[in-house]
T-cell receptor
Framework: GIQVEQSPPDLILQEGANSTLRCNFSDSVNNLQWFHQNPWGQLINLFYIPSGTKQNGRLSATTVATERYSLLYISSSQTTDSGVYFCAVGGRAAGNKLTFGGGTRVLVKP | NAGVMQNPRHLVRRRGQEARLRCSPMKGHSHVYWYRQLPEEGLKFMVYLQKENIIDESGMPKERFSAEFPKEGPSILRIQQVVRGDSAAYFC???????????FGPGTRLLVL
């Protein structure tokens, strides 16, 4: 099946800093989603982005499908950005199921 | 439009008991997925269902676990004779026909004593 690797595994930021999270995947995909799991365990949809670039407030994401990676940018980080960020992908061979990466644990310090 | 609903949000069971987890998809969504998150790990796919059909159960443990999505009512994930290793967060997701985006519920946290 598809392999998904996220880096870095952990990230500590000072409030106001910018950061980039990376997601590499091993095969072509027709679905790629970014999620934020907050400290209470809720999974929040950030982006559906199998290709191209999208922006939503301080967050933006870019997927380069031909090179099999996606990037999530957090600008002007806030303490509420803390949590774990997951990338999940789905490929045609995999049907509709999503394969999750191991996540990037982000801690934003005030 | 209410989001994906799961209940109960927390469930405590003793070893050997049964656990039933419920998931109501978003209105208009006919595809339901179950994922499991073990402590300090990422989410792992378990099963994909459409109304009255199991489409893909490649992630389901071979024994004690079953899932259904009846014509009427919520999807049910059933775990028989629970063991401590079943303690995890179980997430349900749904999607409308013809799209890939999956929307996740708040999860059910199962604790087996």
């Amino acid at each position: 099946g598809i392999q998904v690797e996220q880096s870095p595994p952990d990230l500590i930021l000072q409030e106001g800093a910018n950061s980039t999270l990376r997601c590499n995947f091993s095969d072509s995909v027709n679905n790629l989603q970014w999620f934020h799991q907050n400290p209470w365990g809720q999974l929040i949809n950030l982006f559906y982005i199998p290709s191209g670039t999208k922006q939503n407030g301080r967050l933006s994401a870019t997927t380069v499908a031909t090179e099999r990676y996606s990037l999530l940018y957090i600008s002007s980080s806030q303490t509420t950005d803390s949590g774990v960020y997951f990338c999940a992908v789905g490929g045609r061979a995999a049907g509709n199921k999503l394969t999750f990466g191991g996540g990037t644990r982000v801690l934003v310090k005030p | 439009n209410a989001g994906v609903m799961q209940n109960p949000r927390h469930l405590v069971r003793r070893r050997g008991q049964e656990a039933r987890l419920r998931c109501s998809p978003m209105k208009g969504h006919s595809h339901v997925y179950w994922y499991r998150q073990l402590p300090e790990e990422g989410l792992k796919f378990m099963v994909y269902l459409q109304k009255e059909n199991i489409i893909d159960e490649s992630g389901m443990p071979k024994e004690r676990f079953s899932a259904e999505f009846p014509k009427e009512g919520p999807s049910i994930l059933r775990i028989q004779q629970v063991v401590r290793g079943d303690s995890a967060a179980y997430f349900c997701a749904s999607s409308p026909p013809g799209t890939e985006t999956q929307y996740f519920g708040p999860g059910t946290r199962l604790l087996v004593l």
